[in-house]
């Protein structure tokens, strides 16, 4: 199915966060165990550029702010400017702009293997709201998407089946393509690279990114990685939490650089 192509409501079972993460049989005691193991939170939302920003928020604070997030300076994640700015701007009803605070809106925290060096870290995708009177920011990327997948459905009883393609490159130390061109669909050019590639997978699925298959591309040192499709704006966040793990799982083997994440949707 093309990318934002719509489904009836009726014809389609729903699919949660939940349930990917914690099975079918989810129930609120179960959640809250699952929330209890974590150390740390980490409060992730994305600017105009999808760069994801963040606010670290410790175990002991978390209960309090699991509904009111914490505080976050507004300029910085919602019109990717610098924070020190000295300047002061109104909004369109006329109030002073305040700093915002990051406030989860059908997300469930996810655990982040590949963080925190032996403490368990959670990441929730959140979005910014007004600190002045808790109003949504509504420039915030993810709320205006997840807005307009609500109004597709109240409206016009429809969803968004959103599918994708996770495409990257990934360079040697010496700025190299990991290998040549010519390994599209080879197994053998997968096979030399599976353990950090089906380690990568796993990762994905435990911290609810649903993978569906893995492959070498067209381009030297290029991998490929296919999302289930997801309804409404969870197929973004997965996208969005994605971009982070194959960077920071890679970062520490020996023959490999970087990795360098190009997004094509299918």
Same mark, same amino acid.
């Given at each position: 199915?093309?990318?934002h192509?719509?489904t009836?409501?009726e014809?389609i ?7 990917i ?11 809250k ?13 994305s600017?105009?550029h999808?760069?994801?920003?963040? $606010?670290?928020?410790t175990k002991s604070? =978390?209960?309090?702010m ?8 507004? &300029? ?7 924070s020190?700015n000295?300047y002061?701007?109104? &909004?369109?009803d006329?109030?002073r ?9 059908q ?10 060096k032996?403490?368990?870290v959670?990441g ?10 808790e109003?949504?920011q509504?420039?915030?990327p993810r709320?205006m998407?997840? &807005?307009?997948c609500e $109004? ?14 996770m495409?990257?490159?990934i360079?040697k130390e ?10 599209f669909y080879?197994s ?16 994905c699925?435990?911290a609810?990114?649903?993978?569906e298959?893995?492959?070498t ?5 290029q ?5 289930k499709p997801?309804?409404g704006v969870?197929?973004?966040d997965?996208?969005?939490l ?7 799982s =890679?970062?520490?083997?020996d023959n ?11």
């Amino acid at each position: 199915m093309a990318p934002h192509e719509s489904t009836r409501i009726e014809s389609i079972r729903p699919i949660t966060m939940e349930s990917i993460l914690f099975g079918d049989e989810l129930n609120t005691d179960s959640l809250k165990t699952k929330i209890d193991e974590y150390d740390f939170y980490r409060y992730l939302v994305s600017d105009f550029h999808g760069i994801a920003r963040c $606010k670290i928020v410790t175990k002991s604070a =978390y209960p309090r702010m699991s509904k009111k997030g914490p505080g976050i300076a507004w &300029r910085t994640p919602v019109l990717s400017f610098d924070s020190f700015n000295n300047y002061d701007l109104t &909004r369109v009803d006329g109030k002073r702009c305040t700093d915002a605070r990051l406030i989860v809106e059908q997300s469930v925290p996810r655990p982040l293997q590949w963080a925190g060096k032996g403490h368990s870290v959670a990441g929730v995708i959140c979005e910014t709201w007004w600190g002045v009177d808790e109003q949504p920011q509504m420039a915030c990327p993810r709320y205006m998407a997840r &807005r307009l997948c609500e $109004k597709l459905e109240s409206e016009y009883k429809l969803r968004i089946l959103h599918a994708s393609e996770m495409e990257f490159t990934i360079f040697k130390e010496n700025m190299e393509p990991l290998f040549e061109e010519g390994g599209f669909y080879i197994s053998q050019e997968f096979a030399n690279h599976e353990e950090e590639l089906l380690s990568l997978s796993t990762m994905c699925e435990k911290a609810g990114i649903p993978i569906e298959t893995l492959q070498t591309e067209y381009g030297p040192g290029q991998i490929e990685l296919v999302l289930k499709p997801e309804f409404g704006v969870e197929g973004a966040d997965n996208e969005f939490l994605f971009k982070m793990l194959p960077k920071k799982s =890679y970062k520490n083997q020996d023959n490999i650089r970087d990795v360098l994440l190009c997004l094509n949707q299918s």
